[in-house]
Each structure stands twice: as C-alpha cells, then as structure tokens.
C-alpha cells in the first residue's frame, strides 16, 4: 500500500485570464508537472477534499463536513461538469468510520460539486471521472466556520480508513486558498443582492432563481473582475493577495504538525488573508489524512502571487510512500 498527498489552490479565472502574465503560466506549469506525478502513481482511489462556492451546498442547510456517496460536477465558472466516479459502498463505509471516529459528517447520495471540487479533478488528474473519487466537503464559504481542529480529526479519520483498504494506491486531494478575497463573488447571506437570496439559501429546490441564472451571473462577473485583475492600475495588495501569509501558512504546513492549526481561528484568517484563505482547512485535512495512513510530511513545491487569476497560488506535495 502507498499514498500520495497534492493540496493546490485553485480559481476559476485560471480558464480565462484577461492577460496570460507569466505568474499565469507558472501556475499552469506546476500543475501539469503535479498531473503527471499523479499519473506516474496511478491512484486507485482519490479521496478529494473541496469546497463549494454555492454550487451544492446552500446556506438553508450547510453541513461542516459531507461525503458524496453519489456525485456529480456542474458546469460553473471555471468548473468541468461531469458524473464522478464514486466507488458507492466505499464511500458509505467511509461514512461509517469517520463517524465513529468522532466527526459528524452529513452524506449525500446526489452531491453537486462545482470548481472548488472539478477544477482539481480536470487539472491534477485528467478529468472528473478519470479516477475512482470519494469527495469530501469542507465548508468554507461563510461563517460560522468549523474550526481548523476539525479539519484536521476529518483529515486524520479518513486516512484511518484508507490505511485499513487493502493494497490500495490512495491518493490525497486538497484543493483552495491561498490567500485571496473573493467574496464579492460568493456574498455571504446577509450582504447578497435580493434576487440572488433565494438561490444562496435553497439551491435548485426553488424557483425563483434557476441555478442557470446564477451560473450566467457568476460567469460574467468573473470576466469582468479578469479584466480588472490584468490592469497595471491594480495591485497584488488591492486584489487581496497577501504573499507573506502564503508563505507563513505553507512554511508551518511543511513543518508536518498540523496540530499548529488548532488554534487558528477561522475569522481571524479571513480578515488578515480573505474568507478564501479559510479554504486551507482542506489542505490541513488531506494533510492530516496522509500522516495518519502513514505517508510522508509535505513538501513546497510552489508559491506565486498571480494576481491575473485573482490568488496566491500555492502547491504541496507529500510522498508517494508505503505505509
């Protein structure tokens, strides 16, 4: 049995820049050479932590933690649509043992997962159904958040599991921040326009505002937001990126303890990073889930403000290794 470890950032305007700036360039590089390490390991399972970005979860009902037992990508902005390839009895007894490891996860048997998830799935490992993925959510779209000691007991429960699969290659996803503020885009409940309320909070099961309507709004307002980024007027500081918490974050990441994050405190990261900075939570779970099946501590393997796509974007590596 081995494992391997990828946490990456990921942005919607990695699709389409308004300017293809080198930083751009260097993004798509690192996680083409992450994609082929992948398929040099050749997983034979993927347990993919995400967010969401109002593409499933809705704010009527939004669970801390939920595994898909069935899922599917939907074609938002910057997102690949697709049915994923969940292995559908692994996944309920993954349920079983996260619970019983003490972390309440709500499930899902018709997930909906959108770029925080499929951006991942396309880039790191060639499309979203290419491998068998169990996905796992981590909110981080709205306070109150889940702790980061949370994350990590999510984290440290799945690898759990994944050390009692038999023989299996498991990779480990963990996919958002670094630094960055989008919400602009994704307003929490309470600053949101009026006609986009009833989709934040009930998803598709209203009819005021199709999920289409959403996706359309989501998609324009990126474009004009990559059009903002790629002017010279428009700093790295103005854009919300902060370089120096990217690194303090990684560097504490690399140092393999992820016990360090239990005392971050999620409204704290937002206000000095941006609320997409509290996406790291999932970074600290596929981390966690590879220490506790064994695997290796990660690795930098890169960092770059790229302030054209709207983030500071970083990967990390661990393994492949046995356990």
């Not at 770029?115 to 490992?125: E, M, N």
């Not at 999510?154 to 996919?175: P, Q």
């Not at 994704?186 to 934040?200: A, G, H, L, T």
Request: proline share 7%.
């Amino acid at each position: 049995m081995s494992f391997l470890m990828v946490a990456a950032s990921h942005s919607p305007l990695l699709d389409f820049p308004a300017r293809e700036s080198e930083a751009v360039v260097a993004v798509r590089a690192a996680l083409e050479a992450s994609r082929v390490r992948i398929a040099a390991f050749d997983p034979e399972l993927v347990v993919l932590f995400g967010v969401d970005h109002y593409g499933g979860q809705h704010m009527r009902c939004m669970p801390s933690f939920c595994v898909g037992v069935e899922a599917s990508a939907i074609a938002d902005v910057g997102g690949a649509p697709g049915r994923l390839n969940v292995p559908r009895d692994l996944a309920i007894q993954a349920v079983g043992a996260i619970r019983r490891a003490g972390v309440d996860t709500a499930v899902s048997y018709a997930m909906e997962v959108d770029h925080g998830f499929s951006q991942a799935l396309k880039r790191l490992l060639g499309g979203v159904d290419r491998y068998p993925v169990l996905p796992i959510f981590v909110s981080c779209i709205q306070p109150p958040f889940s702790p980061f000691a949370r994350a990590r007991a999510l984290g440290e429960a799945v690898g759990a599991f994944c050390k009692g699969l038999d023989g299996r290659r498991v990779l480990f996803v963990g996919s958002g921040g670094l630094a960055h503020n989008p919400a602009a885009l994704f307003p929490p409940i309470d600053q949101v326009q009026p006609e986009w309320r009833p989709y934040i909070l009930h998803g598709k099961a209203q009819s005021e505002t199709p999920q289409q309507a959403w996706i359309d709004y989501e998609i324009a307002a990126h474009q004009m937001g990559a059009q903002m980024l790629a002017s010279d007027q428009v700093t790295p500081e103005m854009a919300g990126l902060n370089a120096a918490w990217d690194q303090a974050f990684l560097t504490a990441y690399c140092a393999g303890d992820f016990s360090v994050f239990d005392t971050w405190e999620p409204e704290d990261v937002m206000a000095t990073a941006g609320i997409g900075a509290v996406e790291t939570q999932a970074w600290i779970a596929a981390g966690a889930a590879m220490q506790a099946a064994g695997g290796a501590p990660p690795r930098q393997v890169f960092q770059r403000l790229a302030k054209e796509i709207g983030i500071g974007f970083g990967i990390a590596e661990a393994g492949p290794s046995g356990a």
